[in-house]
């Protein structure tokens, strides 16, 4: 369902279904568009991917909040392994008390799939975190360790104005898209 989004928002179609239709998608439009244009991009995809009635439903019912952090949480867990892999929740403190509100991921598959900081950074992190702050009412921070290609997604925080993940260059020989992004790729 994403796949076909994700093709419809670029205007692209590969014929392709499910994971590997994403993937491929995902790894045309870092090719062919510019770093501005791919978050749109995918954030249209995002838009598109959810009826408004629901995203505003989420919206005015789940506020900012231990329950909404530690629920958007477990859903992460539950609905999305199929794109990052095998995830847990994890806790963290939030103002001065633990809460369930990490998302662990040990080997993201979309990064493993792509081997591509630029793609990591462009086509999921920062229109994900546009997207759930912006639609959904929540912020996010996504912190990938381009090390081990783990990932955590912190709910309940801000990402930073001076993101570490942004400044990673990209892995120069395994690098499926090949192409600048601000990082070095």
Known sequence: YLSRKLQQASGIKNGKHGYQG???????????????????IVASA???????YIVTMIKVMMPPSRFSREY??????????????????RESEVDGTR?????YIPKCRFLESTNCVGMCTNLCKIPSQKFMQDSLGVSVYMSPNFEDMSCEMIFGQQPPEDD?????????????????YGVSC
Do not use: H, Y
């Open 164 to 180: 570490p993940a942004l400044k990673q260059p990209c892995f120069s020989t395994k690098c499926i898209a090949k192409q600048d």
């Open 46 to 52: 995002l838009e598109r991917a959810m009826p408004s």
């Open 72 to 89: 958007f949480a477990a859903f992460t867990t539950i609905f999305f392994p199929w794109l990052v892999g095998p995830c847990e929740v």
């Open 22 to 40: 994403l993937i491929e998608a995902a790894v045309t439009i870092s090719r062919i568009f510019r770093l501005d244009t791919q978050c749109e």
């Open 99 to 103: 809460e369930k509100n990490v998302v």
